[in-house]
């Protein structure tokens, strides 16, 4: 296996766990891989800040980039694929929400039946056929 194939697998395997993400539910342990993943970021942000060449370019020669501008490109088409499917979830959840609101405010607020119509309380139910049982 070329080292070319090494980074295409990895690079796939990075698609599908954020696809992976947009249909698996949000609770606490995906919030803790999240916060870890966040720190993992940081610490090698952080040492490529203080050796750049080091860090990209030896990592992308290990996978089998040419070099580690493409390397730090093909992540970041990673993670910002990563933050759409994440955005969206948010998105549509507050969706949700807003619609439940709005229905139940609606009903809420609803005038009565007996208060718009107060016959209509004490009348006998009509039939829905239009037939008569009598």
């Known amino acids: 296996m070329s080292r070319q194939s090494v980074i295409q697998i990895l690079l796939i395997a990075a698609t599908m766990a954020v696809a992976w993400r947009l249909l698996a539910g949000s609770g606490q342990r995906s919030q803790a891989v999240r ?6 970021l940081a ?7 203080i050796d750049p060449s080091k860090t ?9 980039v040419g070099r580690g501008a493409d390397l730090i490109l093909y992540g970041l088409v990673v993670a910002f694929f990563g933050f759409v499917v994440t955005t969206f979830k948010r998105f549509r959840q507050m969706e949700l ?26 009348a006998p139910a009509s039939d829905p056929k239009g037939t008569n049982a009598d």
């Open 35 to 40: 916060r870890l993943g966040l720190l993992a």
């Open 43 to 49: 610490a090698l942000a952080i040492y490529s800040i």
């Open 56 to 64: 990209w370019t030896r990592l992308a020669a290990f996978l089998g």
């Open 97 to 122: 929400r807003y619609t439940r609101l709005a229905r139940r405010i609606a009903l809420d607020e609803a005038p009565r039946v007996s208060d718009v119509f107060p016959s209509a309380a004490h």
